[in-house]
């Protein structure tokens, strides 16, 4: 039996390696992150002034982007196809499977090529593997190590989320709703030293908000208002899921990987062309109507919105399905924002109900981000962080738990988790 002396040197020289692990998992995550983000936002904005300009590169940039995917997935990533977040689910099932180190440059070139030539998903899905490869390859560094793959994973995976949200809490919470489903001292100490680093690296590169505003209030009144928002939500999240899971099962079946890509080119040029909105993550979108907001509702309006909300799950689905990379994160900020700002000015418009659009487009983001993904405490948290104010914590908490339940009630799988049963 080892002396206590030894005994506490030996915990404390194994605390040490976790925390330098962890430290380094952060670091690198959190570059990762802020580099996919900062390439992505600025070639997106190239090539969509482009697209918008000359309408033919509505159809021609889905069809390079998917295509340079394709060869680069044949020829240099092994012939494997990127599966999201389900490929962290198999690796944290099992003893022996690992996610493998090509694994951060596939996801983070074709997460790049996907968004940035007009596929309609985001970069957030691409960060969150790549990002838990680097906790996955850290944890095979020493023999003491192994034991906590899941751990490391989590940390890389929060630190990535922290870094591309500007939201810690976000960080953790996700690792933990999401990916982990439970915690314990080592999760704990991995994933805060991550997202510290990370935050601390947020701070140094004066990183923005992604949408940087100012809440000034709510009202009370308002909350019957928030939970029909919730349940509209709800029921569009299950939409979204199922469009994923339908069009995926569809594409499956054929077999001609070139017909696959310039069928899923046209269909996303076509939605592209006539709602310029829908090309790549669609954040711009949402800039829009949060900075020039038109509250007058018209035909045009009703038609320009509701064909948002139906196309976008569709186009997401289809450019998911041909190949491209990411997932419904990004899909479900951006469908949410517009099914709040849609609710706000039909209630003000029929009903003079006298909310606030600005409110209701924030609100929106969260409720159907929680309903699509079964966390709503990640996206209470990353809502507040990607508007960096917190004023409307309380309407955006309710809105996300009865959206989130409205979507378990009418369906109960979420695009993660039917995949994992499948599995």
Not at 147 to 161: L, S
Request: charged share 10%.
């Amino acid at each position: 039996m080892l002396p206590f002396s030894t005994w506490k040197t030996s915990k404390l020289r194994k605390l040490y390696q976790l925390i330098v692990v962890s430290v380094l998992i952060g670091f690198l995550a959190s570059f990762l992150a802020i580099a996919i983000k900062r390439i992505t936002e600025h070639l997106e904005s190239v090539l969509f002034a482009k697209a918008v300009q000359y309408p033919i590169y509505c159809f021609l940039f889905p069809l390079i982007g998917l295509t340079v995917i394709y060869f680069l997935r044949k020829n240099l990533f092994k012939n494997k196809e990127n599966k999201g977040i389900k490929e962290i689910f198999e690796s944290i099932a099992s003893h022996s499977k690992r996610l493998p180190i090509y694994k951060i440059p596939s996801h983070f070139i074709n997460g790049i090529l996907t968004v940035v030539f007009g596929g309609s998903t985001g970069i957030e899905v691409s960060t969150v593997v790549a990002s838990a490869t680097i906790g996955s390859v850290a944890q095979h560094k020493g023999r003491y190590l192994k034991r906590y793959k899941t751990a490391f994973i989590c940390a890389g995976v929060a630190a990535g989320i922290t870094a591309l949200f500007g939201s810690p809490i976000a960080g953790i919470l996700f690792a933990l709703e999401v990916i982990s489903k439970k915690f314990n001292r080592i999760f704990i100490v991995t994933t805060i030293v991550a997202v510290t680093v990370s935050s601390a690296i947020l701070y140094l590169l004066a990183e923005p908000a992604l949408f940087a505003l100012k809440i000034t209030t709510w009202h009370l009144y308002a909350i019957p208002y928030f939970i029909v928002l919730g349940v509209l939500a709800g029921v569009q999240s299950v939409f979204l899921t199922k469009s994923v899971l339908l069009i995926k099962n569809k594409f499956s079946k054929i077999e001609n990987s070139f017909y696959k890509i310039t069928l899923a080119s046209l269909i996303i040029g076509f939605a592209i062309y006539f709602f310029p909105t829908l090309y790549g993550d669609g954040y711009h979108g949402i800039k829009e109507i949060i900075t020039h907001p038109n509250t007058n509702f018209s035909i045009a309006f009703f038609v320009s919105i509701v064909g948002i909300l139906i196309l976008k799950p569709i186009i997401t689905s289809v450019t998911l399905a041909s190949g491209g990379d990411g997932g419904v994160f990004a899909p479900s900020i951006v469908i949410g924002g517009f099914l709040g700002f849609f609710v706000a000015t039909f209630l003000n418009t029929f009903f003079h109900a006298n909310i606030i659009p600005i409110n209701f487009i924030i609100i929106g983001m969260a409720a159907l981000l929680s309903a699509s993904i079964h966390a709503p405490f990640t996206a209470l948290f990353l809502v507040c962080g990607i508007t960096n104010d917190y004023t409307l914590f309380a309407p955006i908490l309710l809105t996300c738990l009865v959206s989130k339940y409205t979507a378990k009630y009418i369906y109960p799988y979420t695009v993660y988790s039917y995949s994992l049963k499948l599995v």
